[in-house]
């Protein structure tokens, strides 16, 4: 695709997530635990990224760790400042401090305490739908 491109850091193979142990993790003297990482791609205002998840790790921090720089304010799953449409996937926002039905409903995510649960694609930059979309849900809007 046009305008694609991967982020720096961990190699990269289309096609969904790395494996466990030798196979998809620890090569080139990395230290990596045993663990799910997933393949997460970014779709933001300036193109396609493509990066690596952890399982246990959230995708705001993965994709910071990548160059990927995403707005946030809180950091803690509050503000949606982080918000994102997930395209394809699944994400847990169970850490996230304020997360409803209706935002997976609607296929929102909060990137900054959002973990994959399965290789993702997400539009970044949603904040304002998302916002919106709590305000015709007659659920909390910060910032809005
Ligand atoms: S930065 Fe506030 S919800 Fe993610």
């Known amino acids: 695709m046009a305008g694609e491109q ?3 850091g961990r190699s990269f193979e289309a096609g969904g997530e790395a494996g466990r142990g030798e196979e998809g993790r620890g090569e080139e003297g990395n230290s990596l635990e045993a ?3 997933f393949e997460v791609i970014l779709e933001t205002p300036e193109g396609v990224r493509k990066l690596f998840c952890d399982e246990d790790e959230y995708l705001w921090y993965a994709a910071a760790r990548a160059g990927v720089k995403l707005p946030a304010i809180c950091l803690q799953g509050r503000c949606l400042e982080c918000a994102g449409k ?3 996937g699944r994400v847990d926002e169970s850490s996230a401090d304020s997360y409803f039905p209706d935002d997976e409903m609607a296929g929102f995510v909060l990137l900054c305490r959002g973990r994959p ?3 993702v694609r997400i539009r970044t930059h949603q904040s304002g739908p998302m916002r919106a979309h709590r305000i015709a849900k007659g659920l909390p809007a910060p910032y809005a």
């Open 35 to 37: 663990g799910h990482s």
């Open 86 to 88: 997930l395209l394809q």
């Open 6 to 8: 991967e982020a720096p």
């Open 117 to 119: 649960c399965s290789s």
